[in-house]
């Protein structure tokens, strides 16, 4: 009954209405278009608008033209922006406890990722987004993180001593370079190419999508292919905004994202594996493949960071990783 009220709560005739009269949502992101997330954000305004026969306009701003790293999430809490897709990293001065997602190797491939997120751990984890204000979506795919630098190839920990790496803002992520013997500074993703072109920093980790897409591989001499850390996406809404919308809208919206996400996580792993292909063909940077060994020596560095994760946040969200199960 509510929802057939609802139904004829709006006119038929959408390409009448004004902006004033349509449900606008403001999607915020940071990265470029041609991105696992940059194009899911996209497909989803154009399904929704084209099933709500207008009525919902989704307008996405990339590229950080509207809000950069470290402000997206105060404008979507204070509801400048209706939704955003921060990395799991950054929400963490939020809800730490999504470091679990920056433990290095907790994942081996996109299917544990999802095995986790749709887990125990995962559904305690989305409802503290939501009790911070942010309505958890969906959960978006971009791959598995490569280190580059400029300075020396990176096979063993060793190799990191010297280095200054560029972070997304995570302690954990810190603390890893801090293992390593090596600096790390956060930098919004916009700044990412102009530290590294300008030798302000000489490293940083990254999918080889967002790689291509910034031209970081221009300015980095060598790249290690680790796959040490997971880089995923939290798509987030106003819980306010979210709530008061109606029940068709939010169920239209809620079936897109289920098919944009299938799409996306498809789309990921394709577009990541053709940009490591150019990177290989264009003979820009020198490239290494971690091996066995040189990757078991790593995880025995990296291990003090599970210790300590455990600590803070307790043993359930590690205990819970595929891996462990
Ligand atoms: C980064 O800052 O490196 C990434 O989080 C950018 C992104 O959203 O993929």
């Known amino acids: 009954m509510l929802s057939a009220c609802e139904k004829n709560a709006y006119p038929e005739d959408h390409e009448q209405l004004s902006e004033e009269e349509r449900i606008v949502i403001r999607f915020s992101h940071v990265v470029g278009e041609d991105t696992p997330k940059g194009l899911a954000a996209r497909k989803f305004a ?6 709500t026969n207008g009525y919902v306009e989704i307008q996405v701003f990339p590229n950080s033209f509207l809000y950069k790293d470290g402000e997206e999430i105060s404008a979507l809490l204070n509801g400048d922006v209706q939704m955003i897709a921060p990395s799991t990293s950054k929400v963490t001065s939020l809800v ?5 997602f920056d433990l290095p190797f907790a994942f081996e491939s996109f299917e544990e990722v999802q095995e986790y997120v749709k887990g125990p751990a995962g559904e305690v984890l989305f409802k503290k987004l939501e009790q911070e204000g942010m309505f958890p979506l969906a959960f978006w795919d971009n791959g598995f993180k490569q280190m580059t630098n400029n300075h020396s190839p990176l096979h063993m920990p060793a190799d990191f001593s010297g280095l200054n790496f560029r972070i997304m803002a995570s302690d954990l992520l810190s603390e890893q370079f801090e293992l390593l013997d090596a600096d790390s500074q956060v930098e919004t993703f916009d700044q990412v190419f102009p530290v590294l072109d300008k030798e302000q920093l000489n490293a940083q980790e ?16 060598y790249m290690t292919i680790s796959n040490h850390g997971y880089l995923g996406y939290l798509v987030l809404i106003n819980n306010e905004f979210w709530k008061n919308l109606p029940d068709d809208i939010q169920i239209i919206m809620l079936d897109t994202l ?3 996400t299938e799409w996306n996580m498809k789309f990921a792993s394709e577009i990541n594996e053709e940009n490591y292909e150019e ?3 264009c003979r820009c940077l ?4 971690l091996t066995d060994t040189e990757k078991k020596q790593w995880e025995d560095a990296f291990i003090p960071l599970y210790e300590r994760f455990e600590e803070r946040y307790g043993a359930s969200y590690i205990e819970y990783l595929p891996k462990y199960q």
């Open 46 to 51: 154009e399904l929704v608008k084209e099933r």
């Open 96 to 100: 730490p406890e999504w470091q679990v």
């Open 206 to 221: 990254n999918t080889f999508s967002n790689i291509v897409n910034k031209n970081i591989h221009s300015v980095q001499d």
């Open 258 to 260: 289920r098919e944009v």
């Open 279 to 281: 990177l290989q063909a």
């Open 286 to 289: 020198e490239i290494h493949e």
